[in-house]
Nanobody, 120 residues
Framework: VQLQASGGGLVQAGGSLRLSCAAS????????WGWFRQAPGQEREFVAA??????WYGASAKGRFTIARVYAKNTVDLQMNSLKPQDTAVYYC????????????????WGQGTQVTVSS
């Protein structure tokens, strides 16, 4: 089972990026898919999660980021708009059955991360 995160890059403040998380080796249709981020020296932070028709967002993502399942590509995408320098981090996708959606420890599978850098 592998998760592959992609779509990161360098963008100016106010810009947008779309991250994508693809799974291979297994279908995770009934699991939670999550996006987390980690900046240098900081703990891994919950960004967003999705399961079926339900979505959840961390405080930093509300109103700016949108998580969506793209069934045609078998991916979960994170559309990030109005990016700020404080959004700079490595973004990770994860899959699991967490009892606490925002807890990174409760996700079972992780992608390798994709760097997002927002310049001011």
């Amino acid at each position: 089972v592998q998760l592959q995160a992609s779509g990161g890059g360098l963008v100016q403040a106010g810009g947008s990026l779309r991250l994508s998380c693809a799974a291979s080796g297994r279908t995770f249709s009934s699991y939670y898919w999550g996006w987390f981020r980690q900046a240098p020296g900081q703990e891994r932070e919950f960004v967003a999660a999705i399961r079926g028709g339900s979505v959840w967002y961390g405080a930093s993502a509300k109103g700016r980021f949108t998580i969506a399942r793209v069934y045609a590509k078998n991916t979960v995408d994170l559309q990030m708009n109005s990016l700020k320098p404080q959004d700079t981090a490595v973004y990770y996708c994860a899959v699991g059955s967490p009892s606490s959606i925002q807890s990174a420890l409760e996700y079972d599978y992780w992608g390798q991360g994709t760097q997002v850098t927002v310049s001011s």
